[in-house]
């Protein structure tokens, strides 16, 4: 009889238990749709939200709410959570997991000078004698400034930004202040990353695009792509578009309507190229000639991965759950949570409001703590939490996309969310933490979710 009462008693908390979950997922849900329809309610209009809560190393939580894209006859799609989107920013964090490949092969040494795997000699005129390395052009110590440019259409060579010697205009793309040379300063630069594709391509021999896919994104069978293009085959079913309101840009008009800014009616396979229709089969026999390492920014290495919330949390789930395909060895996966810059008050060493204005005070301690391409915050810092607790990952802002991609290695917990398009400019509503008010809005409502599954 009293074990009949014990497993009696673990029935009924199991079903409390199953019920609870289903709560909390149902609120989510309604809190979701409430951000999507309910615009005079929601702090910034949004478009569209992808959204994947992983506890415990497993996905337990994933839906969208939204359109993916607007029809030529006004049609508004549904979005969900298998469409693919330019995830910005976040590009970065998944391109350096694809150079950590490189670094496990003993291909490249991350405190090696970085002019040996680009084929050009890399120096900031400013401080001649200091090399600039892998690991500080990650972690974005490496003195380089995008200037407003960081990438170029094909048929352009990069080198163009760095060669001082020919170019007298490239002395912009390096710090000249005092204490702000290689290793010294965070300074936050797009350009880096074009960096480290040439890296890649000059390493490997093979372009940034093809490398990534080989040795990251099949393995890992993921339908995810730098180009644009190779989503064709599917007549681009599964490719969304991000809008903005307004005239395109960042010219707001809340009362305008959605305009597409990237993968709209027309695609471009990289940055400069032709567009193409969706219905339209594009040309890229242009690329046969490209030489490698001459212009790996052409696909935007620092932004331009299309990706969906769901290929994004397996992508997370190589650090916080079970990596069953084992395609990067957990000692190098772990070099790159291991923080390379913090900032410090006394020191002034870093800029901490990301790509914000040095004057725009509401993005200070956005960025206190950086390790290899990885963005590393303490909620308690940001009042989330009352006790410490630190997530890894990156952000992403650009066309309308802000993109979170938040991990906690200790607990195997995680975050990802992708809004795909806004209403207005989000950074006019205030916030408690460094994020855009809506940012912080889901990333709050997420972690409350994640704690009571």
């Given amino acids: 009889m009293k074990r009949f009462n014990f497993l009696l008693c673990l029935l009924l908390l199991s079903s409390c238990s ?3 979950k289903q709560n909390v997922y149902a609120d989510v849900k309604d809190q979701m749709h409430n951000l999507v329809y309910q615009p005079n309610e929601a702090l910034t209009e949004i478009s569209g939200l992808q959204l994947v809560l992983i506890k415990n190393g497993q ?4 839906h969208a709410e939204g359109f993916s894209t607007i029809t030529t006859t006004g049609e508004k799609l549904p979005l969900t959570v298998n469409h693919k989107v330019r995830i910005a920013s976040i590009s970065k964090f ?3 997991m694809s150079l950590m490949t490189l670094i496990d092969d003993g291909l490249v040494d991350l405190d090696e000078d970085i002019s040996q795997y680009l084929g050009f000699s890399l120096r900031n005129p400013h401080f001649p004698d200091k090399k600039i390395t892998v690991r500080q052009v990650l972690a974005h110590v490496s003195s380089i400034r995008d200037n407003g440019e960081y990438f170029l259409p094909l048929g352009e060579n990069y080198q163009r930004f760095f060669d001082t010697d020919e170019y007298a205009e490239s002395k912009n793309h390096f710090a000249s202040t005092e204490k702000q040379g290689p290793g010294e300063y965070f300074m936050y630069a797009n350009l880096n990353f074009g960096l480290i594709a040439g890296v890649i391509e000059n390493v490997s021999g093979l372009r940034m695009d093809r490398f990534v896919k080989q040795v990251l994104f099949d393995p890992l069978e993921l339908d995810v792509s730098f180009n644009a293009c190779d989503f064709y085959q599917k007549q681009y079913s599964n490719l969304a578009t991000l809008y903005r309101r307004g005239e395109g840009g960042y010219v707001w008009d809340a009362q305008g309507p959605w305009i597409p800014q990237v993968d709209g009616h027309s695609i471009s396979c990289f940055y400069g190229g032709d ?4 219905t339209t089969k594009p040309d890229q026999s242009m690329l046969a000639d490209y030489q490698l390492g001459s212009n790996p920014t052409l696909f935007s290495p620092q932004g331009g991965l299309r990706a969906s919330a769901k290929d994004l949390a397996t992508l997370m789930k190589v650090f916080i759950g079970e990596n069953d395909k084992h395609v990067i060895s957990k000692k190098t996966l772990s070099s790159m949570l291991e923080p390379v810059w913090q900032y410090d008050k006394a020191l002034k060493n870093g800029h901490t409001g990301g790509e914000s204005a040095l004057d725009d005070v509401s993005a200070v301690n956005l960025k206190t703590t950086y390790g290899l391409s990885t963005h590393i915050i303490d909620l308690k810092n940001w009042g989330l939490t009352q006790h410490s607790q630190k997530y890894y990952g990156h952000m992403g802002e650009a066309y309308g996309l802000l993109g979170q991609f938040w991990f906690d290695p200790i607990t195997g917990d ?13 950074a006019k509503p205030a916030s408690k933490t460094p994020l855009y ?7 709050i409502l997420s972690l409350k979710a994640l704690n009571h599954l």
């Fill in 18 to 20: 199953v019920q609870q």
């Fill in 59 to 62: 996905v337990k939580f994933e």
């Fill in 437 to 443: 008010a809506i940012e912080e809005e889901i990333l």
């Fill in 275 to 278: 567009k193409y229709s969706r």
């Fill in 414 to 426: 995680g975050v990802i969310a992708l809004i795909t398009g806004l209403g207005e400019d989000p």
């Fill in 94 to 96: 998944v391109l350096t």
